[in-house]
């Protein structure tokens, strides 16, 4: 389809559990990326893909995040142990030519 | 890295008004795209505009990339048209989006 599917929509965890969070991407669509969007209009780039391989990771707090694209799987955003201040919606976006289309989020609240 | 700034940071506007949004990015930026958040937090792209101008209904989108800006205008509000703006800017391909800080409109019926 044309659109970039990320599941759950919302996501609780106690502090110190994991998350995990899904995108697919539009099929297609080499480029996946994954952005955290915290204080309703900050944007954070956290990691691209370009296909199954890493492209740029200078975003990923690495201690605790990890991130997978593998074929014919769903993307994965994993968050081990998380903090309070990992609360925020996860974007989702793919690529494939000029224009970016991004996923409708994932709400992660962590209590 | 690339900076992108976005002015005003917060428009009220009452239905029916026009208004123009504005994007100013640093150089060596080759690609631009406006988003609308809705109050749901749905990203939706509006135009894909590294430079000249779009239109789309009542929204109209111009960049002159020598000049480093974009400008989003909007005519005859709508109060569906509420939410933020987005412009994002990359330079290569696969290089991520850099956001701006988005402009927070509310149209009042």
């Known amino acids: 389809g044309e659109e970039v599917a990320q599941t759950p929509k919302h996501l609780v965890r106690g502090e110190g559990q994991k ?8 099929k297609g669509h ?6 955290q969007q915290v204080l ?3 944007f954070k780039f956290l990691i691209s893909f370009q296909n199954e391989n890493v492209f740029d990771e200078t975003g990923m707090p690495k201690e605790r995040f990890s991130a997978k694209c593998l074929p014919n799987s769903p993307c994965s955003l994993e ?4 903090k ?10 793919s690529r494939q030519g000029a224009r970016y289309t991004f996923g409708s989020g994932t709400r992660l609240t962590v209590v | 890295g690339i900076q992108v700034e976005q002015s005003p940071p917060d428009l009220i506007l009452q239905e029916g008004a026009n208004s123009t949004l504005r994007c100013n990015f640093s150089d060596s930026v080759n690609n631009l795209q406006w988003f609308h958040q809705n109050p749901w937090g749905q990203l ?14 009542r929204l109209s989108a111009t ?3 020598t000049e480093r800006y974009s400008l989003l205008y909007i005519s005859s509000s709508q109060t569906t048209d509420s939410g933020v703006y987005f412009c994002a800017a990359w330079r290569d391909a696969g290089n991520m989006l850099t956001f701006g800080g988005g402009t927070r409109l ?4």
Do not use: R
Not at chain 1, 79 to 82: F, V
């Open chain 1, 79 to 82: 968050i081990q142990a998380t």
């Open chain 2, 63 to 65: 960049t002159v990339a």
């Open chain 1, 84 to 93: 309070l201040e990992d609360s925020a919606v996860y974007f989702c976006a």
């Open chain 1, 40 to 42: 309703k209009n900050e």
């Open chain 1, 19 to 26: 998350a995990k969070l899904y995108c697919a991407p539009i």
């Open chain 1, 30 to 35: 080499s480029y996946v990326f994954w952005y």
């Open chain 2, 106 to 109: 509310m149209v009042k019926p």
């Open chain 2, 44 to 57: 939706i792209n509006l135009f894909y505009i590294p430079s000249g101008t779009k239109q789309n209904g």
